[in-house]
């Protein structure tokens, strides 16, 4: 993380840099459009380009970073309470699934996602086969 913060700062830093280069020139200039103008200005574009490279780069990793913690509170949700952890309090609610159990569920409603998206679903939540095998052993999954 530190690596994406520090070549975002340094791409910042560089795109003001050569901003102010273009300024430079051109009050150095009086306004008459020369090459050195011209020079700054496309040094003036890489460095908006290189900047913007790295503010995707960042984004991407914000991005990875929300999935990845989303899925972990997916995890401990599912897992229910942990003994293990201090101060957190026993909390009653659902009981812990294990983690086949959690993947199973995660498919069927990645599936059910993408029908959706596609507008494959079925209408008004008809008689729907799941592609991925439910296990028996869980009441909720009896009646489907």
């Not at 309090?89 to 959690?102: D, K, M, Q, T």
Request: aromatic content about 6%.
């Amino acid at each position: 993380m530190d690596n994406i913060v520090d070549s975002l700062s340094n791409a910042y830093q560089e795109f003001v840099a050569a901003a102010a280069s273009v300024l430079e020139a051109r009050e150095a200039s009086g306004a008459r459009k020369i090459a050195a103008i011209d020079a700054t200005l496309e040094n003036f574009k890489q460095h908006w380009e290189l900047f913007r490279v790295a503010c995707d780069q960042a984004e991407e990793f914000v991005e990875s970073v929300k999935q990845r913690i989303g899925s972990e509170c997916l995890v401990d949700e599912a897992s229910g309470p942990s003994a293990g952890k201090p101060g957190q309090a026993a909390a009653p609610g659902l009981p812990p699934i294990s983690a086949v159990r959690l993947e199973q569920m995660s498919k069927a409603v990645r599936w059910l996602v993408f029908e959706l998206q596609n507008g494959t679903g079925t209408a008004g939540g008809a008689a729907h086969t799941h592609s991925t095998p439910f296990d028996a052993r869980f009441s909720e999954d009896a009646a489907q």
